[in-house]
């Protein structure tokens, strides 16, 4: 049963990384600028956060499900509205800074001495300025406790978390060595890659705009 739970969380944590959004393109961008090193150490900063986050919304889901409303006004605001605006912020700093820096050619290195504090740093903040996985894990952890696929007991939540830093991690991954083999296989350069990157950011937040746009309306 524990394995299973182990195997949820990889597999549930995974799909939910599946869709283009602020960290795998920061993981894509990172593996063409900076190396794989700097994504590994990017990457298990990350998910670290990640299991406690993932732990602590699992705690908090079948309380928060019965009681809180998505679409329920906190001071006249919708939380759906609220999450949509921070991530509309996100993307569009994430959108300057990527597009301000698209010229700057890449500097990789193999060498031990590599600095890997900024990519465990920018790691952990990401981790914790992540909102987008709040409706997540209200809806989806909601449903697996209903279901019982997995169990609410201690044990089980900490199996289930670490399950759920571990599906992070490979997806994470796969889009940071998928991003590199585009990169190989198609001859693109830093500068290409990185305008790309900046405009699809700016689409999502583009995207998010729209949609609370028709929604007031």
Not at 104 to 122: E, F
Not at 190 to 202: G, R, W, Y
């Amino acid at each position: 049963m524990l394995f299973l739970t182990f195997f949820i969380g990889i597999v549930l944590n995974a799909m939910g990384y599946i869709p283009p959004g602020n960290i795998n393109l920061t993981v894509a961008q990172l593996a063409i600028n900076k190396g794989m090193r700097q994504v590994w150490y990017f990457i298990l900063s990350f998910s670290c956060v990640e299991v406690f986050f993932t732990f602590g919304m699992m705690r908090f889901a079948r309380w928060a499900m019965s009681d809180i409303n998505p679409n329920e006004a906190v001071s006249e605001v919708r939380l759906g509205t609220l999450v949509d605006c921070f991530m509309i912020v996100m993307f569009l700093v994430m959108g300057t800074i990527t597009w301000r820096n698209r010229k700057k050619v890449p500097k990789t290195s193999n060498k031990k001495d590599d600095k890997r504090s900024g990519s465990v740093l920018y790691g952990l903040i990401l981790g914790v300025l992540n909102p987008v996985q709040i409706p997540f894990w209200l809806f989806f952890g909601n449903y697996v406790i209903l279901h019982q696929w997995i169990q609410t007991d201690y044990l089980s939540l900490v199996i289930f978390s670490l399950g759920s830093g571990v599906g992070s991690s490979l997806a994470l991954y796969v889009y940071a060595h998928f991003a590199t083999y585009i990169q190989e296989k198609f001859a693109l350069s830093s500068l290409i890659i990185n305008k790309s990157i900046a405009i699809f950011l700016f689409a999502l937040a583009a995207y998010l705009i729209v949609k609370q746009a028709i929604v007031i309306l």
